[in-house]
């Protein structure tokens, strides 16, 4: 938890205020910034397979510390060059970095807390949003000075978490695989459940860019203020840090894992009604525009509240469908197909964004709204169906030797 919260205070310390750093400070074209930013997503989202693999293999420990000591080497670079190379060898390395501790991270908590795993990536994501919170503010007030200072400070908490990781961290044994990488990969494709729920659950992540993409533009162009994408994000980060855990507690209690997912998804796609709804209307109502972002805003609260109740229950299946020998290989894969998901989605969204038509502005929340009522629905008759089975994988023997022995 410590981990993550530390992971988010400072990588958004920094990247949120990268794009404009290269463009102002530096110098380059946009062109060239958004190639950077497209560089760095790639390196993360096309290597989760591999850092997944890499956790089942070399063990959790191990991945994490390095993940965390190449984001160190990353916002080092970050703060003391200014070359494109540079640059982008430094973009490169916190991609390649979040690849590697992302799965390494969820496949240690699920092995940690097989008993209750939607518990706790319930407070898993309270100490990711708080994280989220606190990064740009301090990224903010450091930024006055210089960005560099920023990069630097960055470097400073990741190289404080990579001690604390080699110095606290519990080690475990690694798990034997006789069927090597690509044995692992090919089980994973030969597993139908997972690979079912894993194209329904990439739905979540399809939805869970629009955070940064349409409802922060939808919220900025009907209201006419930029001050109103600083409310989406802030709404989100308070949402979800207040009402996460009792959330989670509430749908554990009544519904199945596969349910909450379901309701989750549908909530997340319903996130997107009222701009659908009111986009046309406020596109033509001048007088409506100091009103215009609460749409947008009664949106954010219901979508998070659907991540809330869809995110910790998505992990926990993972790990169920899976098992617990290769589960930084599920995860990986997990996100690899759910990146490319959303990546397609988000390019739709993007071009439906202010599309002409009968009723401007509906388009990409309608289109994204149809997104979360198929997912909820595949995993609901998934859920329906039997498919999706609530007891645990049994957990790997733990001896009391760690891995530095």
């Not at 909530?267 to 709804?277: D, K, N, S, T």
């Not at 979360?372 to 609901?380: K, S």
Request: contains cysteine.
């Amino acid at each position: 938890m410590v981990n993550q919260f530390g992971v988010n205070v400072g990588f958004y310390m920094v990247v949120p205020f990268l794009a404009t750093y290269l463009v102002d400070d530096l110098g380059y074209a946009t062109a060239v910034v958004g190639a950077v930013l497209g560089v760095r997503v790639l390196a993360q989202q096309g290597l989760f397979l591999v850092g997944g693999s890499a956790a089942d293999r070399l063990g959790h420990r191990p991945v994490i510390i390095l993940g965390c000591g190449l984001r160190v080497v990353a916002f080092g670079l970050f703060a003391v060059v200014t070359s494109p190379a540079g640059i982008v060898a430094a973009a490169v390395l916190t991609g390649v970095a979040g690849a590697l501790f992302n799965p390494a991270v969820r496949a240690y908590l699920s092995r940690e807390a097989p008993s209750d795993l939607a518990g706790a990536f319930a407070v898993f994501n309270v100490a990711a949003h708080a994280g989220a919170l606190v990064g740009p503010l301090l990224g903010a007030a450091l930024l006055g000075v210089d960005f560099r200072l920023v990069a630097a400070v960055a470097c400073a908490t990741f190289l404080l978490l990579t001690v604390a990781q080699v110095l606290v961290l519990p080690g475990r044994a690694v798990d034997a695989h006789p069927d090597g990488v690509l044995g692992s990969w090919l089980g994973v494709a030969r597993n139908r459940r997972f690979l079912a729920f894993t194209v329904c659950g990439s739905a979540y992540f399809a939805l869970y860019n629009q955070l940064y993409l349409v409802l922060p533009l939808e919220a900025q162009r009907v209201s006419g203020t930029p001050a109103a994408v600083g409310a989406v994000f802030v709404v989100s980060t308070l949402v979800g840090i207040a009402l996460q855990v009792r959330i989670t507690a509430w749908c554990a209690r009544r519904f199945a894992p596969g349910t909450s997912v379901a309701a989750g998804l549908a909530l997340m796609g319903a996130g997107f009604a009222p701009l659908a709804v009111a986009a046309p209307l406020l596109s033509t109502a001048e007088q409506l525009r100091p009103l215009a972002a609460l749409p947008a805003l009664a949106g954010t609260v219901v979508f998070t509240v659907g991540m809330a109740m869809a995110n910790p229950f998505v992990m926990q299946l993972l790990a169920v469908l899976g098992g617990a020998r290769l589960a930084g290989t599920y995860y990986g894969f997990f996100y690899l197909v759910s990146a490319i998901v959303a990546a397609g989605v988000s390019a739709l969204a993007g071009a439906l964004v202010g599309a002409d038509g009968p009723l401007p502005g509906a388009a990409a929340p309608a289109c994204l709204l149809a997104v979360g009522l198929a997912g909820a629905a595949g995993t609901a008759m998934m859920q329906r169906r039997g498919l999706l089975s609530t007891r645990p994988a049994a957990a790997a023997p733990r001896p009391e030797e760690s891995e530095r022995t």
